[in-house]
């Protein structure tokens, strides 16, 4: 009931594309749903968070979608570039205790 | 606005050895969270610290052992280091119960 199951496990897109990362849960009791980007040797950086009182966030190029009913979340990066290409984390949490479970991780490619 | 730290960046260890890697809060953060990210995986929470205390723990074992300072600096101890040891080791920072963490660049620990 802890895990965040994430997918796909890699993605090829042509710049300029959507790619879309989808991530689904068991555990209900998660409120707290960050998604988070990493290069590689560097740590993971905090890109846009959502909660379930909401359907739709946006910030910048990055896009969370999110389904209570279903128990699933997914990322949208419009008008995507070659330096997205990173890996892509989702993750949950229950608000205030901050034990972030995270996803296997998304391995973007966007090619020039 | 200083970000979260760690030191050192790498570290190469033998099998039976003690390790200590050591972490300092992005600027007005006071509370710690450890992760351990093998590779290829997404990062798996260890413990967390706030006010000098173990706040929570996740399933690691008791050779996994931490410590919070007065500055909010935290150190995350390793005994009888193991093969299954290596990897990137993160930091996260955030403020009290804030739900938003920042990593640090993390610390890559070789076991030989």
């Known amino acids: 009931q802890q895990q965040v199951k994430q997918s796909p496990q890699s993605l090829i897109v042509q710049k300029g594309g959507i790619p879309i990362i989808n991530c689904a849960y068991e555990?209900?009791?998660?409120?707290?749903f960050p998604w988070y980007q990493q290069f590689p040797g560097k740590g993971p950086a905090l890109l846009i968070a959502?909660?379930?009182?909401?359907s739709e966030k946006k910030e910048g190029r990055f896009t969370i979608s999110f389904n209570k009913s279903a128990k699933q979340f997914s990322l949208h990066i419009m008008d995507s570039q070659p330096g997205d290409s990173a890996t892509y984390f989702c993750?949950?949490?229950?608000?205030?205790?901050?034990?972030?479970?995270f996803g296997t991780g998304t391995r973007l490619l966007v090619s020039p | 606005d200083a970000g979260v730290t760690q030191s050192p960046t790498h570290l190469i260890k033998t099998r039976g050895q003690q390790v200590t890697l050591r972490c300092s809060p992005k600027?007005?953060?006071?509370?710690v969270s450890w992760y351990q990210q093998a590779l290829g995986q997404g990062p798996q929470f260890i413990f967390q610290?706030?006010?000098?205390?173990?706040?929570q723990r996740g399933n690691f074992p008791d050779r996994f052992s931490g410590h919070q300072f007065p500055n909010y600096s935290s150190e995350l101890n390793v005994n009888a280091l193991l093969l299954g040891d290596s990897a990137l080791y993160l930091c996260?920072?955030?403020?009290?119960?804030?739900?938003?963490?920042?990593f640090g660049p993390g610390t890559r620990l070789t076991v030989l």
């Open positions: 996260a920072s955030s403020l009290g119960t804030n739900d938003e963490q920042f």
């Open positions: 555990n209900t009791a998660f409120d707290y």
């Open positions: 959502i909660r379930p009182d909401v």
């Open positions: 993750a949950a949490s229950y608000t205030g205790f901050q034990k972030l479970v």
């Open positions: 600027s007005g953060h006071d509370t």
């Open positions: 610290y706030y006010e000098e205390e173990e706040r």
